[in-house]
């Protein structure tokens, strides 16, 4: 049983990781399709915790969707927490 609770928690960092991915990729979509000068393109793909996609965007399907992506990203970053502090403690359930 724990093995497997393991397992889950090992491969949810590989989900976010991918999920990371997938949320650089679509801030650069939709960067490149609003019509904005430069700055405010790089502003929206590199600024941390996507501030730039909320302060120059306005709220659209896409924002919708990368909302949904956030709160993935956020589920499965803190089941992968979870997998460290099980390391970190050294925990013997057995």
Known sequence: MID???YIMI???WI???LLLVM???RCY???HRKSDMKQSLLIIFLPFSSGLYVYKPYDK???IYQ???VLQFIFMFMAS???IYLRLGVNII
């Open 4 to 6: 497997v609770i393991v």
């Open 11 to 13: 491969q949810s960092f």
């Open 16 to 18: 976010s990781l991918f």
């Open 24 to 26: 650089l990729i679509l």
């Open 30 to 32: 939709i960067a490149m």
């Open 62 to 64: 896409y924002m919708k």
């Open 68 to 70: 949904r992506l956030v």
């Open 82 to 84: 979870l997998y460290l």
